[in-house]
């Protein structure tokens, strides 16, 4: 339930700069294209379920909002945003078309702030669940599969293609789970946040917007969480490799 609201020009011009230094690396290393190919169906699948996760939470809540408008599906074509989806193909960071949500109409058992932080919780919460899927899934593949198939073309591929669905889901996960404004990470923490705290949040987004996507482009931002989704990752791995 990730959104920039920023304006378009602004908008334009970072994804510009983004897009000039995809090309450089690709230009660099040929053999980035192929891995962002690979990695396709991968943000498909991560992006179409982190927020078909939001709308359905939302509808258990007793929100109506995702449903009367159609997201409530698995068809990728609902869910992506064209900019967001190309963000995290080339910058490794990126966002669906967001689901919208109505915390008025959650059920009075819980507080709306409650509420939220639930809704907010439950894309990350489905990538790490589709990565520990897709690890299980792999490792059953490695056991079962003949050598002939693991050798060849086809299962190279799809075995590539598995490791980076399972990469993408935790990064995705990770990545919206930091609690900066607006990822979902800023909504979970707000039942717990002091009421200046939650204030200060609330009125500074827009800073928080354009501090973010300057860490992330010089860097910063990447050299904090890409150690923690590699040492995710490669848990998943290896406990599928004693498990299984």
């Known amino acids: 339930m990730f959104n920039f609201s920023l304006d378009r020009k602004t908008m334009n011009i970072l994804i510009a700069i983004m897009v000039g230094i995809a090309i450089m690396q690709f230009i660099a290393n040929p053999n980035q294209l192929l891995s962002l190919l690979l990695s396709v169906p991968g943000v498909l699948i991560a992006i179409t379920f982190h927020e078909f996760a939001h709308g359905y939470i939302a509808y258990k809540l007793g929100d109506n909002t995702a449903k009367n408008q159609g997201r409530l599906t698995l068809n990728p074509l609902d869910h992506l945003d064209p900019i967001g989806s190309l963000m995290l193909l080339i910058a490794g960071f990126g966002w669906g078309k967001p689901v919208e949500v109505n ?142």
Not at 158 to 164: E, N, V
């Open 103 to 244: 915390p008025r109409n959650y059920t009075r058992k819980i507080s709306m702030e409650t509420g939220e932080a639930i809704v907010s919780a439950a894309g990350p919460i489905m990538n790490f669940l589709l990565a520990i899927i897709f690890t299980i899934i792999y490792f059953l593949i490695y056991k079962f599969a003949g050598g002939a198939f693991l050798s060849g073309t086809i299962g190279k591929v799809i075995m590539t293609l598995i490791l980076y669905a399972i990469s993408i889901n935790v990064g995705l996960g990770v990545f919206n789970l930091l609690p900066l404004p607006p990822l979902d990470g800023s909504k979970i923490i707000m039942p717990f946040l002091p009421s200046k705290a939650k204030a200060f949040f609330v009125n500074n987004e827009q800073i928080f917007y354009i501090v973010f996507v300057l860490l992330w482009i010089t860097g910063i931002a990447g050299s904090i969480i890409s150690p923690l989704i590699s040492w995710i990752t490669n848990g998943l791995l290896n406990l599928g490799n004693r498990i299984i």
